[in-house]
């Protein structure tokens, strides 16, 4: 099944350690970040975004399905209830240049926060949900962790667990016009 197809999801076909949790974030995959944070600043009537690059040299811990990660990304985010997460792919492979491929740019995914990443990798998994891809370690003190889980049949897009570090380390300066 390729995206949501007219309909919505029933949420009892997230994977079980995730049923009942609030959607905490919407993903969005963008070419360009600065671009996307001023149309979405535009949208929502936001301009506090915090900004990141994720990569092997800031997350200890990546793995693309099933290997270690090679993968970088720069997100922005901003709000609460839910988080939008504006993402661009910076190097692949990755689920994001495998879904950029597959159906543009958009709607990539929803989050739910969790309290620890690992378990519900574990349970989720045990429940023979396929992990696409990870990450831990990103927090100032080395916790935070994020796992994307292959849920396009069930749910028509991704389902991603977000273990929050309990402190982020500093933003980066928000990104002025094209690369």
């Known amino acids: 099944m390729s995206?949501?197809?007219?309909?919505?999801?029933?949420?009892?076909?997230?994977?079980?350690?995730?049923?009942?949790?609030?959607?905490?974030q919407v993903g969005i995959l963008v070419p360009d970040l600065a671009a996307g944070i001023a149309t979405w600043s535009a949208l929502l009537g936001a301009d506090d975004?915090?900004?990141?690059?994720?990569?092997?040299?800031?997350?200890p811990q990546l793995t693309y399905r099933g290997e270690p990660g090679t993968f970088r990304m720069r997100v922005a985010l901003t709000?609460?209830?839910p988080q939008?997460?504006?993402?661009?792919?910076?190097?692949?492979?990755?689920?994001?240049?495998?879904?950029i491929d597959e159906h543009g740019y958009g709607l990539h995914h929803l989050g739910f926060w969790i309290p620890s990443a690992e378990k519900t990798i574990r349970e989720v998994t045990s429940g023979g949900v396929g992990l696409l891809q990870?990450?831990?370690?990103?927090?100032?003190?080395?916790?935070?962790?994020f796992a994307y889980f292959d849920t396009q049949d069930s749910v028509g897009l991704i389902v991603e667990a977000i273990e929050v570090p309990k402190r982020r380390r500093p933003s980066e300066p928000l990104p002025r016009g094209p690369r």
Request: glycine share 20%.
């Open 84 to 99: 939008v997460e504006l993402i661009e792919s910076l190097e692949g492979p990755s689920i994001y240049t495998e879904w």
């Open 134 to 145: 990870s990450g831990s370690g990103y927090g100032q003190d080395g916790d935070g962790g």
């Open 3 to 24: 995206g949501l197809s007219g309909r919505f999801p029933d949420p009892g076909v997230l994977p079980s350690p995730l049923r009942g949790l609030p959607v905490a």
């Open 79 to 81: 709000g609460a209830a």
């Open 49 to 59: 975004w915090l900004v990141y690059t994720y990569g092997p040299d800031s997350v």
